[in-house]
């Protein structure tokens, strides 16, 4: 079955640390996107990649960083630079278009 | 900044009645609006997209759409206890052919 795998479930994080979250896709979408959400709070955009080897910083970007050198993976590094990185982390994909997201299932990061 | 409003809730309505929920977007030229079903601890999931003024019917479902008036509402028919959740309107920007900008979410809870 297609869809998008995230791993791991659950991560943690020591101060000073880097970590690397992965999104993998087999739907063949072009477009893929990292959201982080915060309790009672809705989604913020991070980093989107609309084709390989192109990606643009969404609106909280500072201590973020992704690469995209094949359509099906979009990895997310959570560096050191980000002072609060505890959230629930959503990656998402779409064709053109953007007729709607596809998510999955999400990392939750926490700072121990 | 693009905006997309929603009233947080939480929004309590008895099994079997009907739930309305609404969002209202700042970006004039939209054209496609969606909604998301998120529970608690999981990823968004995608029950709805509307393009056009009007209504749009699904099962239990209705998505209104009135763009002179920018708001989009989704309605839930015989409302069950398995819907509560959060849910979350989309509104995909303008000029972006992938960008969804996302509401903070409404938070239904039905009564039995």
């Known amino acids: 079955d297609g869809g998008i795998t995230q791993s791991p479930k659950y991560l943690f994080r020591k101060e000073g640390q880097n970590v690397t979250l992965s999104c993998e896709q087999n739907l063949n979408h072009d477009a893929m996107y990292w959201y982080r959400q915060d309790p009672g709070q809705g989604l913020r955009l991070i980093y989107y990649?609309?084709?390989?080897?192109?990606?643009q910083k969404g609106d909280i970007a500072e201590g973020y960083s992704v690469s995209r050198e094949k359509k099906e993976s979009f990895p997310l590094t959570v560096t050191s630079a980000q002072k609060n990185p505890t959230a629930f982390y959503l990656c998402a994909s779409s064709v053109r278009g953007g007729y709607g997201y596809t998510f999955g299932s999400g990392t939750r990061l926490t700072v121990v | 900044q693009k905006e997309v409003e929603q009233n947080s809730g939480p929004l309590s309505v008895p099994e079997g009645a009907i739930a309305s929920l609404n969002c209202t977007y700042s970006?004039?030229?939209?054209?496609?609006f969606f909604w998301y079903r998120q529970y608690s601890g999981k990823s968004p999931e995608l029950i709805m997209s509307i393009y056009s003024n009007g209504d749009k019917e699904d099962g239990r479902f209705t998505a209104q759409l009135n763009k002179a008036s920018q708001y989009v509402s989704l309605l839930i028919r015989d409302s069950q206890p398995s819907d509560s959740a959060t849910y979350l309107c989309a509104v995909k920007e303008e000029y972006s052919s992938y960008k969804l900008i996302f509401g903070s979410g409404t938070r239904l809870l039905v009564r039995p």
């Open positions: 990649s609309q084709i390989v080897n192109d990606f």
């Open positions: 970006d004039r030229g939209s054209q496609s």
